[in-house]
């Protein structure tokens, strides 16, 4: 699976977006980028997955870039339940193995 | 959907004894479950992949007699952690693939072993 590059933190005010950026310029074209994020002391909830259009469901917005390098994570209206370490992970179409978590980006919503 | 759960959530044990922690697929068939481990301030480490009736595959480095793992039907898994130790002390977190859609991996909260 290729590797992915996040930010190691950010900070957003509660009520306002939060853009999550990921870098995946290995990605090949069989591959899925997926959101996983993980509150405190709790298993990773997964958010949001996708190969090269953008998607939406209740949670966020997937924003992938034409050439696929690179993505975004929204959070249209952040709340204080957000705060939560985010992960981005690339996937294989079809893969069956276990995930391979990096460091992932410390979003703290601030009130 | 798609809700895995853990047992327990947290256990404390004294050193030597072995403890068992189940993984459940509560509305959904789970053709292949993970097991993980996570240290403090640390990500997640994948420990085994457990396909159900066969025996589970195991990472480098992750003894396959410490860690026992079961996945006897379509919805559970159990990971038993024999002779424990201090330093197998960490939050352990499964997850879980349905039969379709396997590339999605639903997680169980965790279950928190201390070794005294």
């Known amino acids: 699976d290729a590797k992915t590059t996040q930010p190691t933190s950010m900070d957003c005010a509660e009520g306002r977006a939060a853009n999550l950026p990921c870098n995946h310029s290995t990605i090949s074209g069989n591959e899925y980028v997926y959101w996983y994020r993980q509150i405190h002391s709790q298993g990773p909830q997964y958010i949001i997955h996708?190969?090269?259009n953008n998607e939406t469901n209740e949670m966020a917005s997937l924003i992938i870039t034409e050439d696929r390098k690179s993505s975004t994570l929204i959070l249209p209206h952040a709340t204080l339940r957000d705060t939560a370490v985010y992960y981005c992970i690339v996937r294989q179409r079809g893969g069956a193995d276990g995930l391979t978590f990096g460091k992932g980006t410390h979003l703290i919503i601030q009130p | 959907g798609a809700v895995v759960s853990q047992h327990p959530s947290w256990v404390i044990c004294k050193s030597g004894t072995s403890v068992k922690i189940e993984c459940r697929s509560l509305d959904f068939q789970a053709t292949t479950m993970f097991w993980y481990r996570q240290f403090p301030k640390q990500s997640l480490m994948l420990m085994a992949t457990?396909?159900?009736?066969?025996?589970?595959?195991?990472e480098q480095g992750v003894e396959k007699d410490k860690f026992l793992i079961n996945h006897a039907s379509l919805t559970l898994s159990t990971l038993t952690v024999t002779s424990a130790h201090p330093e197998d002390s960490s939050f352990y977190i499964c997850?879980?693939?349905?039969?379709?859609?396997?590339?999605?991996?639903?997680f169980g909260p965790g279950t928190r072993l201390l070794v005294l």
């Open positions: 997850s879980a693939t349905r039969l379709a859609g396997k590339e999605t991996q639903y």
């Open positions: 457990s396909n159900e009736g066969s025996k589970a595959t195991y």
């Open positions: 996708g190969l090269k």
